[in-house]
Each structure stands twice: as structure tokens, then as C-alpha cells.
């Protein structure tokens, strides 16, 4: 158990909708990380936080965003989904350690499917 | 920009015998390397990582890496594989300017055959 979780782990929903993805992160880790990992891509760096502010981007769509709240925890919202959002969403934490060495703590993920 | 390259999709060994998993990373600035690994149906957990100290290091459940800045490899290895040892494996790199974030390798499936 990293002791980053991930709520929910299976999600089914339609193209066109809109879902909500949450992660709490390990105590005492201040910066968030959103990964998607798919079959075609890989898995792939979506956007990161830190302590509430965005902190870096990576191949996030412009459908999808993110926000990190006063508690820590982080929300990653998807929009106008299409079939190809089908993915596993990962959420990792870390402490903010200077110079980019410090291990990203994994959750589980959720499932997305996007019928 | 920072890369990772792990050869072999698939890897299937015998149980006892040696794993390698291969990396080689491209990178303009020093790199951290990191190994992690997936079970089905779990999210990932780091192995080892190699963040500009010793260049061999060693992780958990017996595997290691060497980091060689001649090759820009970072190889994994276990002298004996185990049943439990199949999962996929992914190799990521990041740094300290630029960009933090993991960028990953396709990975890599371990197959443990009796």
C-alpha cells in the first residue's frame, strides 16, 4: 500500500459526458501528479501540482483539468469524453525534494471506460 | 528533452535464471532513472532508482541496476527469477532543470515460466 488512494476504481460512462477523478495524496507529500496510461500512448505525464498551484503540464488535453484543494487532495476533470479517454488514470505524490529525486508514490489508478 | 527506450516488450525467462531488462535513456542534462513495476491490476511501485550516487544500486525483492553514463543505460537484473517476479516493468527518467515529471518507457512484460 503506497497509502495514495484513489477514488473511483471503475468508472463506465458515455462519450460526450463529463467525469471527476479524485486522489488523496500520502501525509505529508505536497505535490500531486496525474498520469494516463493507455494501450497506444503508454503512459504518459498529464499535469502536476504543488501545494495547490499547478506546477507543470504535460500532454493534457484542453477537455481535461485538474485542481489541487487546501486539504491536499486533487481532482482531475474530464470532459466531452471519447472513446479514446478509455484509459487507467494514475494519481502519484511525493515530497517536493530539491532537484526532481524524490520517488513519486503510485495509487492504484482508476479504470475509465468511455462507451 | 528527456527519453526512454526499454528493448523487448516481452521478456520470458525460467524460473532461477537470470532476468535483464534493458534501458537506455537520452537525456541533455544529468538524469534520474528510475525502475518500477505493475502487477495486474495495480498501480505501480518503484524497484530501485539512481539519483547521481553509486552507480550500481539495489532495490527490492533482489533486483539492481547499473548506471552506465558511457551507454546511457540503466539496466535491471535479478540473478534468479521468481514466480512472483512476473509483472511489467517500466524504466523512467527525470531531472533536475526542466521538466520533473516521469517520462516513461513503453515497459517491459515478464514472464516467469516454471
Known amino acids: 500500500d503506497s497509502g495514495v488512494t484513489q477514488t473511483p476504481k471503475h468508472l463506465i460512462t458515455a462519450t460526450g459526458q463529463r467525469v471527476t477523478l479524485r486522489c488523496s495524496p500520502r501525509s505529508g507529500d505536497l505535490s500531486v501528479y496525474w498520469y494516463q496510461q493507455s494501450l497506444d500512448q503508454g503512459l504518459q505525464f498529464l499535469i502536476q501540482y504543488y501545494n495547490g498551484e499547478e506546477r507543470a503540464k504535460g500532454n493534457i488535453l484542453e477537455r481535461f483539468s485538474a485542481q489541487q484543494f487546501p486539504d491536499l487532495h486533487s481532482e482531475l476533470n474530464l470532459s466531452s469524453l471519447e472513446l479514446g479517454d478509455s484509459a487507467l488514470y494514475f494519481c502519484?505524490?511525493?515530497?517536493?525534494?530539491?532537484?526532481?529525486?524524490?520517488?513519486?508514490?503510485f495509487g492504484p489508478g482508476t479504470r475509465l471506460l468511455v462507451l | 528533452a528527456q527519453s526512454v527506450t526499454q528493448l523487448g516488450s516481452h521478456v520470458s525467462v525460467s524460473e532461477g535464471a537470470l532476468v535483464l531488462l534493458r534501458c537506455n535513456y537520452s537525456?541533455?542534462?544529468?538524469?534520474?532513472l528510475f525502475w518500477y513495476v505493475q502487477y495486474p491490476n495495480q498501480g505501480l511501485q518503484l524497484l530501485l532508482k539512481?539519483?547521481?550516487?553509486?552507480?550500481l544500486v539495489k532495490g527490492i525483492n533482489g533486483f539492481e541496476a547499473e548506471f552506465k553514463k558511457s551507454e546511457t543505460s540503466f539496466h535491471l537484473t535479478k540473478p534468479s527469477a521468481h514466480m512472483s517476479d512476473a509483472a511489467e516493468y517500466f524504466c523512467a527518467v527525470s531531472s533536475d532543470t526542466g521538466r520533473r515529471a516521469l517520462t516513461f518507457g513503453s515497459g517491459t512484460r515478464l514472464q516467469v515460466q516454471p
Open positions: 539512481y539519483t547521481s550516487a553509486a552507480t
Open positions: 537525456s541533455s542534462v544529468p538524469p534520474y
Open positions: 502519484a505524490s511525493s515530497v517536493d525534494l530539491a532537484g526532481g529525486r524524490e520517488t513519486q508514490y
